[in-house]
T-cell receptor, first 111, second 113 residues
Framework: DAKTTQPTSMDCAEGRAANLPCNHS???????VYWYRQIHSQGPQYIIH???NNETNEMASLIITEDRKSSTLILPHATLRDTAVYYC????????????FGPGTRLSVLP | GAGVSQSPRYKVAKRGQDVALRCDPI?????LFWYQQALGQGPEFLTY????????KSGLPSDRFFAERPEGSVSTLKIQRTQQEDSAVYLC???????????FGPGTRLTVL
């Protein structure tokens, strides 16, 4: 699996949009971009994934650059409950394939 | 609906003891994964089951680690002769056949003294 690079930590004011970047310059054509988050003392939680088109669900939006070498996860109105470690992972769309987690970005939403 | 459950949530073992960690995946989920998460790090893959078949155990750190899923549902991760370096959170995840999303349990925090 291709590796990803994320900032170690970020802060965001409550109610503002949180934009979490991820670089994946060696991504292959058949690899998807996945985002998970892990709130303290819980297991990772799926947020969103995409191949090349931008995606949106009830939790977040995923913006993937045209060359697919980077992406941004957007939490439109961050709340204190969004404080967590956010993991950007690239992986083939194979349900038998494990995820390779990096250290992620620790997002702190501040009141 | 019920998610992935794991038990116990916390386990303290003396060095050299054997431990067994249980995972109850979401009903009907074919795939089951075990991950190990050291403090301050992301989860690391241990092993993967498709139904009762263990298709990948490349992440198991030593032969002291053993996992099984005999009936294709509940899985047990067993660690023999525990060492201090085994202290970590052990996470279980399951997914549907053909599903992209893995659903994680809350994990078992193992502390080896």
């Amino acid at each position: 699996d291709a590796k990803t690079t994320q900032p170690t930590s970020m802060d965001c004011a409550e109610g503002r949009a949180a934009n979490l970047p991820c670089n994946h310059s060696t991504i292959s054509g058949n690899e998807y971009v996945y985002w998970y988050r892990q709130i303290h003392s819980q297991g990772p939680q799926y947020i969103i994934h995409g191949l090349k088109n931008n995606e949106t669900n009830e939790m977040a939006s995923l913006i993937i650059t045209e060359d697919r070498k980077s992406s941004t996860l957007i939490l439109p109105h961050a709340t204190l409950r969004d404080t967590a470690v956010y993991y950007c992972i690239v992986r083939v769309a194979n349900y038998g394939q494990n995820f390779v987690f990096g250290p992620g970005t620790r997002l702190s939403v501040l009141p | 609906g019920a998610g992935v459950s794991q038990s116990p949530r916390y386990k303290v073992a003396k060095r050299g003891q054997d431990v067994a960690l249980r995972c109850d995946p979401i009903s009907g989920h074919v795939s089951l994964f075990w991950y190990q998460q050291a403090l301050g790090q992301g989860p690391e893959f241990l092993t993967y089951f498709q139904n009762e078949a263990q298709l990948d155990k490349s992440g198991l750190p030593s032969d002291r680690f053993f996992a099984e899923r005999p009936e294709g549902s509940v899985s047990t991760l067993k660690i023999q002769r525990t060492q201090q370096e085994d202290s970590a959170v052990y996470l279980c995840a399951s997914s549907l056949e053909g599903g992209n999303e893995q659903f994680f349990g809350p994990g078992t925090r193992l502390t080896v003294l």
